[in-house]
């Protein structure tokens, strides 16, 4: 499986944003997708995730009630829907995929095996 995110992009605060991520190969529905965001000196930190079989999602606490995640198996592609942006959600945005079980919510960076290349996210104020 390869991934391709793309959707980044300069926004003012209050504005949205949807990203995408593509995957190329096959998409077993095992397999859990999460966007994963780092800003400059900061760790990497854990967005949401979403079960390819069965639709079912998880967020991090920053972005709860703001941010929405789905996938369109037709098109093998995960989205980010991005509202009412703040300055603070900044940061390259990661896509990814964990091909192999693990436990809990798949909230951390380890649990995924395969990264696609990052797009920039600005929130200006």
């Known amino acids: 499986v390869q991934l391709q995110a793309s959707g980044g992009g300069l926004v003012q605060a209050g504005g949205s944003l949807r990203l995408s991520c593509a995957a190329s190969?096959?998409?077993?529905?095992?397999?859990?997708m999460g966007w994963f965001r780092q800003a400059p000196g900061e760790e990497c930190e854990f967005v949401a995730r979403?079960?390819?079989?069965?639709?079912?999602?998880y967020y991090g606490d920053s972005v709860k009630g703001r941010f929405t995640i789905s996938r369109d198996n037709a098109k093998n592609t995960m989205y980010l829907q991005m509202n009412s942006l703040k300055p603070e959600d900044t940061a390259v945005y990661y896509c990814?995929?964990?091909?192999?079980?693990?436990?809990?919510?798949?909230?951390?960076?380890?649990?995924?095996?395969?990264w696609g290349q990052g797009t920039l996210v600005t929130v200006s104020s």
């Open positions: 990814a995929v964990a091909t192999l079980w693990n436990r809990g919510n798949y909230d951390r960076k380890n649990q995924y095996d395969v």
């Open positions: 190969g096959r998409i077993f529905s095992t397999y859990v």
């Open positions: 979403v079960r390819w079989s069965s639709g079912t999602s």
